[in-house]
């Protein structure tokens, strides 16, 4: 069954697992997914984390003792959360060893309410850091205009840092820009580049959300043709972009001084349009030195349906890519109104998605606190 996952992972494409939870730890449900499905790391986010912690399963002897304690429902979310990332971070420690870095990791993201806080974000990411402690994490920033300093700042700190919530072109070139201003200001300090990891996620299945919604309002039937195909090609230009910075002179230097690319990390591939195939942003998005994170469903997929995964499918695809966008843009789609909806709605999610995790810890905490005297 899983053929096909090691062809994708044969091809370069790190195969991560875009959920977590305790029972998916404490159950092997994660060590059987390494050890069967070629799973090589793990993400999270605050929505992944509201529906685990909602769920309640395995959690309520650690909020009977955080309610004991009185602690404040910031610090028990974060008590609960760090906990989870540490215990996955431990699982995944050998393929971390064994690819020397590279893979093995386990990201937590910053509280998404400080998004447009570069201060609190920095602060923020060293006190994950630090939570977490563990060398294979990576800590999330959103690639908000008020993310992008603080990336440079905790890259700058030798901190390992994935970069979420990337939609546009041009965000991901400031992404990557970012990244390595980080970097340089690391060798400045002495700090040793080679312990340095980044990804930076670029959101897939969103923009074909988005785009189709409002083809689908202008209703011809060139504009329907276009529907399933903005996502795909925007990420392989964003490919395009990635080896440009890194064949550059200035990355050559970093290289030189011990550093590792950024590699590009596909983000939101599950397929949110049943007419679409379920492997869609997987098949369609091979190429080395790629992450793919993926919800386990669309993991699923990709072991059972091998005869999709062919090879590289972004190089030579570049042309073809530019000509979508094009059409996109003369049957009257605004690119760039479409990419700021995405990042204003992704970093709204994630706040409400937090806040909703907020509330029901502070439930539960409520519950399970002792009477006085």
């Known amino acids: ?188 300090a002495g700090l040793d580049l080679a312990k340095i990891r980044s990804v930076a996620s670029f959101f897939v299945s969103r923009v074909d959300s988005e785009i189709d919604k409002r083809l689908d309002k202008i209703g011809t039937d060139e504009a329907k043709a276009l529907r399933g195909k903005a996502a795909v090609a925007n990420a392989r230009l964003a490919y395009e972009a990635y080896e440009e910075v890194f064949g550059s002179d200035r990355w050559a230097a970093l290289e030189q001084a011990g550093a590792h690319r950024q590699r590009p990390l596909w983000a939101s591939t599950g397929v949110k349009n049943p007419d679409y195939k379920d492997t869609l942003y997987v098949a369609g998005l091979v190429a080395p030195g790629t992450v793919n994170t993926m919800p386990e469903a669309t993991l699923n997929a990709t072991a059972h349906h091998g005869d999709e995964i062919v090879g590289n499918t972004i190089a030579g695809a570049y042309d073809q890519a530019r000509a979508d966008l094009d059409a996109l843009a003369a049957a009257g789609i605004s690119y760039d109104d479409v990419v700021q909806v995405l990042e204003d709605e992704g970093v709204e999610k994630f706040a409400t998605s937090w806040n909703d995790l907020l509330k029901s810890t502070q439930a539960e905490l409520d519950r399970l606190t002792p009477a006085e005297g």
């Open 1 to 188: 069954m899983t053929d096909a996952l090691k062809r994708l992972s044969d091809e370069g494409v790190a195969i991560w697992l875009d959920d977590l939870s305790r029972q998916r730890i404490t159950s092997g449900n994660l060590a059987e997914l390494i050890d069967q499905q070629h799973v090589v790391g793990v993400t999270t986010n605050p929505t992944i984390f509201q529906k685990a912690i909602s769920s309640g399963d395995g959690y309520e002897q650690q909020l009977a003792d955080l309610a004991v304690r009185r602690v404040t429902v910031e610090e028990a979310v974060r008590m609960i959360t760090t906990a989870d990332v540490r215990d996955a971070a431990d699982i995944l420690r050998p393929v971390f060893d064994a690819t020397g870095g590279q893979d093995g990791r386990v990201s937590i993201e910053v509280d998404p309410r400080l998004a447009h806080n570069t201060p609190a974000t920095i602060a923020e990411a060293k006190q994950l850091a630090w939570l977490v402690d563990r060398p294979n994490t990576f800590i999330k920033i959103p690639a908000t205009e008020a993310g992008l300093p603080a990336i440079t700042e905790v890259i700058g700190l030798g901190i390992s840092v994935n970069v979420t919530l990337i939609f546009s072109l041009e965000r991901y070139r400031a992404v990557m820009d970012a990244f390595l201003a980080g970097l340089e200001k690391a060798k400045a």
